[in-house]
């Protein structure tokens, strides 16, 4: 193909699609944003002034409330801040493993101590399909290799879960982001 039939194909195409789309635009009753004019070449180059511009300031927080990075300090990680983690997963286990609760009731309890991706993992949970109804005794760090992430081993009445623990910063609470139930249990 030849550049001067590659033009020509190129053009056909482009009109075609403009037709069409001024087709649906008048059978919608709206107009068609105007098309960028060509440049010698061929290519077309888009309006950038159509465009919203990127944001700026910093980059949103992972919990996606819309702000900007909380400027607070790292965490420590210290014997004050073990037991804190294992006394939240504690927490979190024991509120989650609830069958007899109505869903409601049992949601309420539980939600606010999940983070916003684990609210939206379990909000539809049964608690009736929960194996455990009970911790049957105290948690225990088996991954602290990040400030901001804990992995605790909790012992229930149907084996031992493990509740891993998330934070945004060195005064944030730790939130449950997901409860990983025993093997062979559903």
């Known amino acids: 193909m030849t550049e001067g039939s590659l033009r020509l194909a190129v053009a056909t195409v ?4 403009m037709i069409v789309l001024a087709g649906c635009a008048s059978q919608s009753g709206t107009t068609p ?12 180059m888009p309006d950038l002034d159509q465009f919203t511009p990127a944001p700026s300031g910093e980059p949103l927080d992972e919990e ?3 702000g900007t990075l909380d400027p607070q300090p790292a965490p420590p990680w210290d014997a004050q801040q073990e ?19 109505e869903p409601t009731e049992w ?8 983070t916003s991706t684990a609210q939206q993992d379990y909000q539809y949970v049964d608690p009736a399909n929960i194996p455990a109804h009970r911790v049957t005794g105290a948690g225990t760090i088996v991954d602290d290799s990040s400030r901001y992430a804990v992995f605790v081993r909790v012992p229930s009445d149907a084996g031992m879960y493990t509740v891993v623990l998330t934070r ?19």
Not at 14 to 17: G, I, L, P, Q, V
Not at 34 to 44: E, K, N, R
């Open 14 to 17: 482009a009109t075609a699609s």
């Open 33 to 44: 944003p105007a098309s960028p004019s060509p440049s010698s070449a061929g290519i077309t």
């Open 64 to 66: 996606g409330g819309g």
């Open 83 to 101: 037991v804190a983690a294992i006394a939240a997963a504690e927490k979190a286990l024991a509120t989650f493993a609830r069958p007899d609760l």
């Open 107 to 114: 949601w309420a309890a539980l939600a606010p101590l999940l």
């Open 168 to 186: 945004q910063n060195g005064v944030a609470p730790w939130l449950a982001a997901r409860f990983t139930p025993p093997e062979g249990t559903h």
